[in-house]
């Protein structure tokens, strides 16, 4: 029986970032994600300058002719690397668009280019960045920010679910509870098996502090909240393999043989306290293959796990491995989740 195949919005970020660049890279050969398709929402003048300047250099790039663009048109001229509230809001713009037409089913999944915060509450919107936005617009409140990473050494897929994202460090023991992590571990769980097939995940999670407390003497929230909370989270999913509080400072090393495929993965995912702790591994592992992937949404939305990158935007050498790695991702989780055979 024919598989239908799934249609991904991308959106090109902030055009004066590298957005545009790295999208045209990333799709300069179809081949690499053939069972989908694309189309591409930004500003079609933008998109066909940034082309002629990488053919110009000898640089593979899509031509905007050849690709399904829903065009948002700019009204003023943008220069490569000069962000502004107008960049900011036509980035805005794209994503909305985007987002309609992925909630009345035109789209299974959204792939976002990166913005710039400032630039969008420069123009106004203030929202702490695009998840954000997503979230707003589909209705959800229970969602996460989750990392994926594919070895290019192995077999290993690095999947990382932060339970607190951009606050300061030192708003992470306020806002860690055991509310919020039965959220996280719903989430988490419920991804791994409508995503990924793993029907039976194993997990570990984070401690807080160094050495996981150490019983109290580096800091109590393991022993006062954390570990009676994961006898609970045990309870309530007998099925999962839960293991933790795992000390930060270790946790990291079998998924860092994983990737390099020395050993067995030990854990299907990873379940990190505060953005750094779950990030600087990832980024220093994987920093150009991890796409940054949205759940608890009704559709699939990934991103390049970088930024607008607007000291070398207009250059041509930005890389559009993350911007491949996420398109990738994103067909495929479309079509585990709402492709039918």
């Given at each position: 029986?024919?598989?239908?195949?799934?249609?991904?919005?991308?959106?090109?970020?902030?055009?004066?970032?590298?957005?545009?660049?790295?999208?045209?890279k990333?799709?300069?050969?179809?081949?690499?994600?053939?069972?989908?398709?694309?189309?591409?929402?930004?500003?079609?003048?933008?998109?066909?300058?940034?082309?002629?300047?990488?053919?110009?250099?000898?640089?593979?790039?899509?031509?905007?002719?050849?690709?399904?663009?829903?065009?948002?048109?700019?009204?003023?001229?943008?220069?490569?690397?000069?962000?502004?509230?107008?960049?900011?809001?036509?980035s805005?713009?794209?994503?909305?668009?985007?987002?309609?037409?992925t909630?009345?089913?035109?789209?299974?999944?959204?792939?976002?280019?990166?913005?710039?915060k400032?630039?969008?509450?420069?123009?106004?919107?203030?929202?702490?960045?695009?998840?954000?936005?997503?979230?707003e617009?589909?209705?959800?409140?229970?969602?996460?920010?989750?990392?994926?990473?594919?070895?290019?050494?192995?077999?290993?897929?690095?999947?990382?679910?932060?339970?607190?994202?951009?606050?300061?460090?030192?708003?992470?023991?306020?806002?860690?509870?055991?509310?919020?992590?039965?959220?996280?571990?719903?989430?988490?769980?419920?991804?791994?098996?409508?995503?990924?097939?793993?029907t039976?995940p194993?997990?570990?999670?984070?401690?807080?502090?160094?050495?996981?407390?150490?019983?109290?003497?580096?800091?109590?929230?393991?022993?006062?909240?954390?570990?009676?909370w994961?006898?609970?989270?045990?309870?309530?999913?007998?099925?999962?393999?839960?293991?933790?509080?795992?000390?930060?400072?270790?946790?990291?090393?079998?998924?860092?043989?994983?990737?390099?495929?020395?050993?067995?993965?030990?854990?299907?995912?990873?379940?990190?306290?505060?953005?750094?702790?779950?990030?600087?591994?990832?980024?220093?592992?994987a920093?150009?293959?991890?796409?940054n992937?949205?759940?608890?949404?009704?559709f699939?939305?990934?991103?390049?796990?970088?930024?607008?990158?607007?000291d070398?935007?207009?250059?041509?050498?930005?890389?559009?491995?993350?911007?491949?790695?996420?398109?990738?991702?994103?067909?495929?989780?479309?079509?585990?989740?709402?492709?039918?055979?």
């Open positions: 029986m024919k598989v239908m195949r799934p249609h991904l919005a991308i959106t090109i970020g902030d055009p004066a970032g590298i957005g545009p660049e790295v999208v045209l990333a799709l300069s050969d179809r081949q690499s994600c053939p069972d989908c398709h694309l189309t591409v929402i930004g500003s079609q003048a933008i998109l066909q300058e940034t082309y002629l300047q990488l053919e110009a250099k000898g640089i593979a790039a899509a031509n905007p002719q050849d690709l399904d663009i829903w065009d948002v048109p700019n009204h003023e001229i943008i220069t490569a690397g000069l962000g502004n509230a107008v960049t900011g809001d036509l805005f713009r794209y994503l909305n668009k985007a987002i309609a037409s909630l009345n089913g035109q789209f299974q999944g959204i792939v976002t280019g990166p913005i710039s400032f630039h969008w509450q420069s123009a106004g919107h203030n929202y702490p960045g695009q998840t954000e936005l997503l979230a617009k589909a209705k959800v409140t229970e969602y996460g920010m989750f990392f994926v990473a594919q070895s290019p050494h192995s077999n290993f897929i690095w999947k990382t679910l932060l339970a607190t994202t951009h606050i300061p460090l030192s708003a992470v023991p306020k806002t860690l509870t055991p509310a919020l992590l039965n959220t996280k571990l719903d989430l988490l769980i419920k991804c791994l098996q409508q995503d990924f097939g793993i039976h194993r997990i570990a999670i984070a401690g807080i502090n160094p050495h996981s407390g150490e019983n109290g003497a580096l800091g109590d929230e393991e022993k006062n909240w954390l570990i009676p994961l006898r609970q989270a045990g309870d309530r999913y007998p099925q999962i393999t839960l293991e933790g509080p795992i000390p930060p400072d270790t946790m990291w090393i079998k998924p860092g043989q994983a990737w390099q495929g020395n050993i067995q993965p030990a854990h299907d995912a990873y379940l990190a306290m505060y953005h750094d702790q779950g990030l600087i591994p990832v980024k220093l592992m920093f150009d293959l991890a796409v992937t949205s759940i608890g949404l009704p699939i939305r990934t991103s390049p796990d970088h930024g607008t990158a607007f070398i935007a207009g250059e041509g050498v930005a890389n559009a491995t993350s911007m491949q790695a996420a398109i990738k991702l994103a067909s495929q989780l479309a079509h585990q989740r709402f492709i039918k055979v």
